[in-house]
């Protein structure tokens, strides 16, 4: 019988520089994993720390990391060819079945691009799949702005919507809360709509008023709860809240369920 505890080494296979703070390693990993589901990456002395999944390839995958801490400041210091601890995949991720067929809108805050990236990054490849698909991405600044190639991508096939917090003057692009967007959406169907969305918990609060604002019902929307992750397995307790173990019932949640979970 596996034992969930013990970890893997996994090669660096390339490492992305997005900023001064956050890197994505694609890591060598063959077996079945979901967007939005997140690995525990360790390396022993330091400790280990949840990195949610930001894209899923052949025989890799992605894991975007802010650094922030002891742990990540350490797997900064690692390159291609190196390797690192995983274990997972955890947590129930994005059920792509759910938006297919769906005017799918994703609203995105920053870091919280990366667990949803690879809802975005399947349906700008499969385009048929959905009657519609609408990005709307926050960042801090230009500075902070993550994927840039992949939006580059993105903008091609679908309807996308990058907006910052500030920006020196001049900036060319959009520049606002997320929250500034989501009135001016042209939803065609609201029974056939799907929304996601992902962020700091006062960004999905505030957007999700929105988002019901519009008529859309409280089932049509999927958030991601990623606050308080610890172990990964539902042992030490750190992530509950109330009844619920984050990353064992989450930490993707129906709007519905996901409401309640005020920590």
Same mark, same amino acid.
């Given at each position: 019988?596996? @034992?969930?505890?013990?970890?893997?080494?996994?090669?660096?296979?390339?490492?992305?520089?997005? +900023?001064?703070?956050?890197?994505?390693?694609?890591?060598?990993?063959?077996?079945?994993?979901?967007?939005?589901?997140?690995?525990?990456?360790?390396?022993?002395?330091?400790? %280990? #720390?949840?990195?949610?999944?930001?894209?899923?390839?052949?025989?890799?995958?992605?894991?975007?990391?802010?650094?922030?801490?002891?742990?990540?400041?350490?797997?900064?210091?690692?390159?291609?060819?190196?390797?690192?601890?995983?274990?997972?995949?955890?947590?129930?991720?994005?059920?792509?079945?759910?938006?297919?067929?769906?005017?799918?809108?994703?609203?995105?805050?920053?870091?919280?691009?990366?667990?949803?990236?690879?809802?975005?990054?399947?349906? #700008?490849?499969?385009?048929?799949?959905?009657?519609?698909? +609408?990005?709307? #991405?926050?960042?801090?600044?230009?500075? @902070?702005?993550?994927?840039?190639?992949?939006?580059?991508?993105?903008?091609?096939?679908? @309807?996308?919507?990058?907006?910052?917090?500030?920006?020196?003057?001049?900036?060319?692009?959009?520049?606002?809360?997320?929250?500034?967007?989501?009135?001016?959406?042209?939803? +065609?169907?609201?029974? @056939?709509? #799907?929304?996601?969305?992902?962020?700091?918990?006062?960004?999905?609060?505030? +957007?999700?008023?929105?988002?019901?604002?519009?008529?859309?019902? %409280?089932?049509?929307?999927?958030?991601?709860?990623?606050?308080?992750?610890?172990?990964?397995?539902?042992?030490?307790?750190?992530?509950?809240?109330?009844?619920?173990?984050?990353?064992?019932?989450?930490?993707?949640?129906?709007?519905?369920?996901?409401?309640?979970?005020?920590?």
């Amino acid at each position: 019988m596996k @034992n969930e505890y013990i970890p893997q080494l996994s090669t660096i296979q390339e490492v992305i520089r997005h +900023t001064d703070l956050e890197y994505t390693f694609r890591m060598e990993f063959n077996g079945q994993v979901k967007p939005g589901q997140f690995f525990e990456v360790s390396i022993p002395k330091y400790g %280990e #720390a949840p990195i949610s999944v930001s894209g899923i390839g052949e025989g890799t995958i992605d894991l975007t990391i802010r650094r922030v801490g002891k742990v990540t400041g350490e797997i900064f210091e690692n390159y291609v060819g190196d390797r690192l601890f995983l274990r997972g995949p955890y947590g129930n991720g994005f059920e792509l079945d759910d938006y297919r067929g769906k005017e799918l809108v994703v609203v995105a805050g920053g870091t919280g691009l990366s667990p949803v990236k690879g809802v975005v990054d399947y349906f #700008a490849h499969h385009t048929g799949e959905a009657k519609k698909v +609408t990005l709307i #991405a926050g960042f801090k600044s230009p500075q @902070n702005v993550l994927f840039r190639e992949d939006f580059a991508f993105w903008e091609k096939q679908i @309807n996308v919507i990058q907006t910052v917090d500030t920006a020196p003057e001049g900036y060319q692009g959009n520049v606002g809360m997320v929250t500034k967007y989501i009135p001016d959406l042209q939803l +065609t169907d609201i029974e @056939n709509t #799907a929304f996601i969305c992902v962020g700091p918990p006062v960004m999905i609060k505030f +957007t999700v008023m929105e988002i019901l604002k519009l008529g859309v019902p %409280e089932q049509k929307i999927w958030v991601s709860h990623e606050r308080k992750m610890c172990c990964g397995l539902g042992k030490c307790g750190h992530c509950k809240i109330g009844d619920t173990y984050i990353c064992l019932d989450g930490p993707v949640f129906n709007y519905v369920d996901g409401k309640e979970l005020i920590d």
